[in-house]
């Protein structure tokens, strides 16, 4: 995978896509949450109320689908892109939520995510007021969010990233914090 890419992780409501957002805006290369994509296909293909019924008892298959969508995501940019592209989640995270609904990757799940290779990774800490995406298919609540952002820095720390977190702040700062640290402002 492009050694350029840059993950931006953290629960839900943490303000990754936010922040994604706003580097785009400025003109950075971004790639979309590849689990929000893979929710509206499947919506797509199953409908809500089938998806609503089908994910929790394929929780494997279900993040094995995201995995390959963000696999897939990345690849499109390995050749094209000569500078940072921000990720909005990367390829551990489908690892970490697994790791959460306590479900076994699928073989090919494992294999996918075997190819990962970030340039940096950056954590966000969960916003204070929480909001959550019911029709975006985001059950999370706050508590969940947290718990689930602290199992995703500790899976890319276990693959040997050193993280760096990144606090609460408005959205212009975090950005500033990040590009500070990747030397490009």
């Known amino acids: 995978m492009n050694s350029k890419c840059v993950a931006i992780i953290g629960g839900s409501c943490s303000g990754k896509t936010t922040l994604i957002e706003f580097l ?5 290369a971004t ?19 089938a998806l609503a019924t089908w994910c ?9 689908a995201i995995a390959k969508m ?3 995501l990345e690849m499109g940019v390995t050749s094209t892109c000569d500078s940072y592209v921000f990720c909005d989640g990367a390829l551990l995270d489908p690892l970490g939520y697994c790791r959460y609904f306590n479900a076994t990757p699928t ?3 494992q294999e996918i995510t075997a190819a990962h290779h970030y340039h940096a990774i950056f954590a966000l800490e969960s916003l204070e007021v929480f ?5 975006a298919g985001r059950v999370s609540d706050k508590e969940s969010s947290c718990l ?8 890319y720390t276990e693959a040997g990233y050193s993280v ?5 702040m408005l959205v212009e700062d975090r950005a500033s914090f990040i590009l500070e640290r990747l030397n490009v402002l």
């Open 24 to 28: 785009s805006e400025k003109g950075y």
């Open 31 to 49: 790639l979309p949450e590849a689990a929000q994509l893979a929710i509206n296909r499947l919506t797509q293909e199953m409908g809500a109320s």
């Open 56 to 64: 929790p008892n394929h929780i494997a298959e279900f993040q094995s």
């Open 70 to 72: 963000q696999a897939a």
């Open 107 to 109: 073989l090919e799940h």
């Open 131 to 135: 909001t959550p995406r019911l029709k």
């Open 148 to 155: 689930i952002g602290q199992i995703l820095r500790q899976v």
């Open 164 to 168: 760096v977190d990144v606090p609460r």
